[in-house]
C-alpha cells in the first residue's frame, strides 16, 4: 500500500504541511510512524480523507460534474466577446474561456472566490511515484 510522508500529503491536499500536522493530532486524520519515526500516512486512509473532505452536500448538487475546484481568481483578460479567467484552487491553476457576458455576469475580478466546474470524458491519470510500503 502506498504511503506518504506528511510534506506529501500537504501537497496532495493543497494545504501546508502544518495543516496536515494539526489535523493528524486532532486525530482528524489518522497517520502512523515509520521506522524513522517519522509520521506517515497510508494512502488508502489519505484518499478516504479527500473524498469525504468535501464540504458539498450532494442532495443539493443540480449538477453531474464532479470535479469543483474551489479557488480564488488570479487573472482575468476580457474582450469584447470573450473572457479568459484564471483560478487557482490550492495547487491547481485553472483556465476557463467563456463569454464576456458570463464573466461579466458572475461578478468575476482578481481576488473573487470562484470554483472551476469540471466535466470532462477524457481524464488521464499519471503515476507520481507514491511510497510504497
Do not use: C, Y
Amino acid at each position: 500500500m502506498p504511503t506518504f510522508q506528511i510534506s506529501e500529503a500537504a501537497e496532495l491536499l493543497g494545504v501546508s504541511a502544518d495543516t496536515v500536522r494539526r489535523w493528524v493530532d486532532s486525530g482528524r486524520l489518522a497517520a502512523e510512524r515509520d521506522a524513522s519515526g517519522r509520521r506517515t500516512l497510508d494512502g488508502a486512509v489519505l484518499a478516504d480523507f479527500m473524498r469525504s473532505g468535501t464540504d458539498e452536500d450532494p442532495a443539493l448538487r443540480v449538477s453531474s460534474a464532479r470535479n469543483r475546484f474551489k479557488g480564488l481568481v488570479t487573472g482575468i483578460v476580457r474582450d469584447r466577446v470573450m473572457a479568459s479567467v484564471e483560478i487557482q484552487a490550492g495547487p491547481h491553476r485553472v483556465v476557463s474561456l467563456m463569454s464576456r457576458e458570463a464573466a461579466d455576469e458572475l461578478g468575476l475580478e482578481v481576488g473573487a472566490a470562484a470554483t472551476a466546474v469540471v466535466k470532462s470524458t477524457n481524464v488521464i491519470v499519471e503515476s507520481t511515484g507514491g511510497r510504497h510500503a
